[in-house]
């Protein structure tokens, strides 16, 4: 039985998707879903302080990102957390995996080819190879 999911989304249309398959899992009401957006970081030196709220231009994104979670929050039809976080994305996913002990991590996959994986890289394939528990790749129609 799956407690814990992980839900990695971003903000492309592939999420819906993402939050579609999740629906036909078909999950217990006991289980918990985190849903999850990792913020690509600008640099190294980036530091927000996340103990008090931002109020800057640059937290649009956080703000629009929160709301767009949280819409999809509100129909899940069990117990779920919302995790946003700054960082690579296939690190901070498996990061967040390991924090919540996952039994799950649901993400999706853009179904870059050629070229365009070698230089992009693929965030599903590195997390399908450093996760601690079962990844379920979702790709686009």
Known sequence: MLKTILVALDESELSERVIQTLWELQLQRTAKIILS?????AGA??????DRPQTSREDLPYRQIENQLQSYQTNLPCQSELEIV????AEEIVR????????LIVIGSRGLKGMKRILQGSVSSQVVADAPCSV?????N
């Not at 030196?45 to 996340?50: H, P, S, T």
Request: glycine share 4%; proline share 7%.
């Open 37 to 41: 957006h990792v913020i690509l970081s």
């Open 136 to 140: 379920l790749v979702v790709k686009p």
């Open 45 to 50: 030196d980036l530091e927000i302080a996340v």
């Open 86 to 89: 700054i960082g690579d994305p």
């Open 96 to 103: 967040l995996a390991y924090i919540h002990q996952a039994d």
